[in-house]
């Protein structure tokens, strides 16, 4: 169906700008280096790939006027989640071309920051690329050769996204979500229904003792002033 292909090509974009966003984290720390300026390149051109993908297919679709209400509605609802990912994905790039900037890793300026961050990210990238092994380039400076490709790559981001808006006019908050907000949490709240229920019972309890208390309190008070007046009367009378 081609319901069933758009989500599938919309899933492995969000599953490599996922990845993606993973590996500019690391850029300019401790485990930056260049095959991870390389699978930073691989990964972005991938998601480009699948953003092209995403973008003929369901803009296809959304100008097709015979399509049933039903399926235009699902239709709109992935061209959101598709535009969401396309903005996502240029913000990153945006942030790992201003990390190359900073950090340039054949000619150091600074020291790279210690994130916290150690081991390799080739796992990552090879998830992503949806391959077994990831292979590098020997030789290749990449970590500065690929600044202006990147920025380049960004302009044409952009591009994509206003094309996008001037093609497919869906307005995003017109588009209904397929589920209640918080919906994928039920057992989370069911959870913290019987939590509350508990603590409910146990409030009744405690305002129970509360009122114990109170009662305690106020026979204490009266007995106390009654001694005292007593002792006051006394004090009169005899003296």
Not at 72 to 93: G, K, N, P, Y
Request: with cysteine; glycine share 6%; aromatic share 4%.
């Amino acid at each position: 169906m081609v319901k069933d292909e758009c989500k599938t090509l919309l899933n492995a974009l969000n599953k490599v700008s996922a990845c993606y966003r993973h590996l500019v984290t690391c850029a300019g720390g401790t485990s930056d280096s260049q095959n991870l300026r390389e699978e930073l390149k691989k990964t972005r051109r991938k998601a480009q790939v699948l953003a092209v993908a995403n973008k003929n297919k369901l803009t296809t679709i959304l100008k097709d006027k015979s399509i049933s209400k039903d399926d235009r509605a699902e239709f709109e609802r992935l061209w959101v989640l598709f535009s969401t990912c396309m903005e996502v994905l240029e913000i990153d790039m945006r942030r790992a071309l201003e990390l190359g900037q900073e950090f340039p890793l054949s000619a150091p300026t600074k020291r790279l920051i210690q994130t916290g961050v150690v081991g390799g990210t080739s796992a990552v990238a090879a998830r992503a690329m949806n391959i077994q092994n990831m292979r590098y380039e020997e030789g290749n400076n990449i970590d500065t050769a690929d600044l202006n490709d990147l920025e380049q790559e960004i302009n044409e981001v952009g591009e994509m996204i206003y094309e996008m808006d001037m093609k497919v006019n869906v307005l995003q908050w017109t588009v209904e979500a397929k589920q209640g907000p918080g919906s994928e949490l039920k057992s989370t709240v069911t959870a913290g229904a019987s939590t509350l229920a508990v603590v409910s019972t146990s409030g009744a309890g405690n305002e129970k003792l509360c009122d114990t208390n109170k009662v305690f309190a106020g026979t204490m008070f009266s007995a106390v002033l009654i001694i005292a007046i007593v002792l006051t009367v006394c004090i009169v009378k005899f003296a």
